[in-house]
């Protein structure tokens, strides 16, 4: 059983910075990638960024230069520093990971960030 559990989330104003993270339950937990993904009211679920257990990370061009993702693979956690936010990055942001062995991806419940203007 494995469950994701993110916290970070808020409300900010433009330019501002969050950052937030992601707990996997479980100490004997393993993924090949973690990551986050975010879905805005009506939008579709999309990739923000991820990172595999090697440390190569890939973000989606929206966020690129203005987000890090970070991760421990020893503790079974993952982080997303937002800078420069803008009202278009409000969303529910969603941890995401695949498990290594099990080839299943979980999802965290979600959190959401605000950014106004």
């Known amino acids: 059983q494995v469950r994701l559990v993110e916290s970070g989330g808020g409300l900010v104003q433009a330019g501002g910075s969050l950052r937030l993270s992601c707990a996997a339950s479980?100490?004997?937990?393993?993924?090949?990638?973690m990551g986050w993904y975010r879905q805005a009211p009506g939008k579709q679920r999309d990739l923000v960024a991820t990172?595999?257990?090697?440390?190569?990370?890939d973000y989606a061009d929206s966020v690129k230069g203005r987000f890090t993702i970070s991760g421990d693979n020893a503790k079974n956690t993952v982080n997303l520093q937002m800078n420069s936010l803008k009202p278009e990055d409000t969303a529910v942001y969603y941890c995401?990971?695949?498990?290594?062995?099990?080839?299943?991806?979980?999802w965290g419940q979600g959190t959401q960030v605000t950014v106004s203007s």
């Open positions: 995401n990971a695949e498990g290594t062995y099990s080839n299943v991806y979980y």
């Open positions: 479980g100490s004997r937990s393993s993924f090949k990638v």
């Open positions: 990172i595999s257990r090697g440390g190569t990370t």
